[in-house]
């Protein structure tokens, strides 16, 4: 599933997050942070109703808040 790649959920912005992640270290460590959860969440097996299917709620919603600041950061640089 592609749909948590930051080439996925910023297509045209690519290039942008590059620069970014080579410029801003707290930027690179948000996008660092996203991508090593996004691979987490998509290599778990969860049933509903179970404690790892509440941890991936978690993460997800933490998925959520990291994709915010990362659009909010190319917000903030005129790119979105």
């Not at 997050?17 to 930027?27: E, K, N, Q």
């Not at 790892?52 to 993460?59: G, K, M, R, V």
Request: glycine fraction near 4%; hydrophobic fraction near 35%.
């Amino acid at each position: 599933m592609k749909g948590y790649d930051l080439d996925t959920l910023f297509p045209d912005q690519q290039a942008v997050i590059a620069d970014l992640r080579r410029a801003d270290t707290v930027f690179d460590e948000i996008c660092r942070d996203y991508l090593l959860l996004s691979d987490e969440y998509l290599s778990m097996d969860t049933e509903p109703g179970s404690q790892s299917y509440q941890f991936a709620c978690d993460i997800r919603e933490t998925l959520d808040g990291l994709r915010d600041e990362i659009a909010q950061s190319l917000r903030r640089a005129g790119k979105m």
